[in-house]
């Protein structure tokens, strides 16, 4: 049965991109112009308000035919919502959908149809007229004052719409066959996204409610005491160029108030009584997290739950699953630990006893966003996280046994946690004596592992509010002779003008030194993976490997095959001689064979030449290694009953009966060894509760 390519256009009153599939789906005013489809190679169709369900796709749909779609998640709910219902098409089930968009997102390609055209050089020009119609009749022409909707439904619009309909068929259908389908886990874990979007998370609305209102009388009461404060001269805490004016009055200098810039101003200790208040009402109006508050009730259906939160294969190069919709994926961080009465204050609604309690209220509320994301009543969450699964994954992949034996022995609950063994090494001290130093090997966990250097290690440790440059007697005193003088050459030829005070750069140098001293085998692991990604380019068709990673070029595509037998890529590879950002021992410029591919920024989401060395080849590795992980997980628990409804980085939370909790079962479930990662040390962590908790 050859398959179905599908493509509706459709209309609504509410904006897809500022709500969400599910929301623009089910809302009564959407509906369809028009479907464009073809079967195999055969020509374009097209489908028009108004008429019958062709037979063919009738009888396609009812014998179990394929349907392919770009973006099949948003074909398949306009299916379910408006062609079944309100049409009488059959509606194909879920695993007849196939989802090129998918596909393509998994071989590191754009998830835009236009941009993933242009990248595998299709014969494909976007109808920008065609695009600009099709947007305008995708929006009401106007609305009565009586509620009536005019659309923009002439003959001559709907002409060129029905026209235009076709170029993304023909786009998805002839990209569709230079990628290629996803494998058989992958197939079962797309689908399984399918169900966990469909499902959604149930949301406190009471709680979130008076949240809002209470970040509003928060936000009203920092604006009085910044116009106090100040005299007048800044109305709000948003007026950041009167703020800045201000602070210039005041003797402090600056250009900006964001976060970095706040904070160090803060740091300082020659501030002003009135410019600390000022800067720490803008610093507690600012925060952004409050503002998805307003996003979950925008999101929440009907029964109280918000859909459509992960999208499968979001991260493309590592294939790890990304957050849509509310952005559950950067949650802040409670800072204040007693969550519950922090629930119990916001329920009361009264900011004069939030004010009273928290020190800053408008953080108190930001640490309550989590809390507003429960279980539905009659019901309990599950949640387990994925201990260190990266600094585990990178020691377990590179070899290094010294630091693998470390991780059994924590596990075990013999042994110290690795950012004490890391601190022990980087100031040379015992590990009994290495906790005043614990926050500094933790930064170097996270910062170092991937080939990142000062200045990556600089910007980690803001981040746990480590000034890198505070550090550096300490480092320095402890450092050896020779890591003394490595570190001075390196300022020399590499440190100069990086950003960082002498001091810091050194500081942060020394620190990544002992850190590569203590892990040669990952320092080996960076190395070898370039090698062998280069040595495939260089030879295509032929297989490189270091460690088990094999590297082969077949086509426009570098694949790199992982120990779970799925493939990341790496499109248009190619070798050129490029210009190192360091000097040789002579002060000479250095160059070096490279490897360059592409792929789309996740800034501008231009597609892009991008560099790949043997840091980015072990991130990439240990974090595709991390998410095959949390697959087989999400799969075993979800096979087992205990249903999916969220995944957060290395998380995963199920929304079960109370009566059927089992959550040792749970957790048992999580923490099972793959059989394709024997020796791979995994620990999980997690709790049974009512709320969303961290």
Known sequence: MEDLHLDFETRSTIDLKKRNAYIYAEHPDTDVWCAAYAFGDEPLALWRKGE??????????????????????????????????RYSWPVPTDDQFECVMAEALSMNLPGMLEKAALALNLDFQKDMAGHRLMLQMSKPRRIESDGTIV???????????????????????????????????????????????????????DLCEKAQTLVQQATDNLDKLMANVTEGAVGACSNVSQLINWLKSRGIETDTVKKDALNDLLARDDLPDDVRVALECRKSAAKTSTAKLPKMLELRHADGRMRGN??????????????????????????????????????????????????????????????????????????????????????????????LQRFRAYDAGTGPDVYLVAASGIYNVPIADAGPYRQIGKVAELALGYQGGPGAFATMAVNYGVKVADTFETVWASASTELQTKALLGYESRGKGAGLSKKGWLAAECIKLAWRDAHPEIVRFWYGLEE??????????????????????????????LPSSRTICYPYPRLEEKLMPWKDDKGEPVYKEALVFK?????????????????????????????????????????????????????????????????????????????????????VDGWCGHRFRK
């Open 310 to 403: 992960i999208q499968y294969h979001g991260a493309s190069q590592t294939g790890r699953f990304a957050a849509r919709g509310a952005q559950l994926h950067n949650l802040p961080r409670p800072i204040i630990k007693n969550v519950e009465q922090l629930v119990e204050v916001l329920n009361a609604g009264d900011i004069e006893w939030l004010e009273m309690m928290f020190d800053d209220p408008m953080q108190a509320i930001a640490d309550a966003i989590r809390s507003c994301i429960c279980a539905a009543p009659g019901n309990e969450l599950m949640d387990a996280d994925f201990a260190n699964i990266e600094g585990r994954g990178i020691a377990w992949l590179a070899g290094e046994e010294r630091k």
């Open 532 to 561: 062998a990604a280069i040595a495939a380019v260089r030879k295509p068709g032929h297989v490189a490997s270091y460690r088990g990673i094999r590297y082969r070029k077949v086509g426009s595509f570098l694949f790199c095959l």
């Open 599 to 683: 792929a789309e920024d996740q800034w501008t989401r231009k597609w892009k030449d991008k560099d790949f060395y043997g840091g980015l080849a072990a991130e990439n590795v240990t974090q595709a290694v991390a998410r095959d992980v949390m697959r087989d997980a999400m799969l075993r628990v979800e096979n087992a009953g205990f249903p999916v409804v969220l995944t957060v980085h290395d998380e995963i939370m199920s929304e079960v009966i109370k009566e059927r909790a089992d959550f040792e079962q749970f957790l048992a479930l999580m923490a099972q060894q793959p059989e394709w990662a024997p020796g791979l040390p995994i620990a």
């Open 52 to 85: 019958p369900c062709p037979a063919r796709i009738y009888t396609h749909i009812m014998l179990g035919g394929i349907v392919r779609c770009w973006n099949a998640a948003f074909e398949r709910l306009i299916f379910q919502k408006i062609m079944g219902p």
């Open 151 to 205: 659309w923009w439904d002439d003959d001559d619009r709907k002409g060129r719409l029905y026209s235009y309909a076709g170029d993304d068929v023909e786009a998805e259908r002839d990209g569709g066959k230079r990628i290629f389908r996803l494998s058989p886990i992958e197939r079962e874990t797309y689908l399984l996204d399918l169900k966990i979007n469909d499902r959604g998370v149930y949301v406190d609305v």
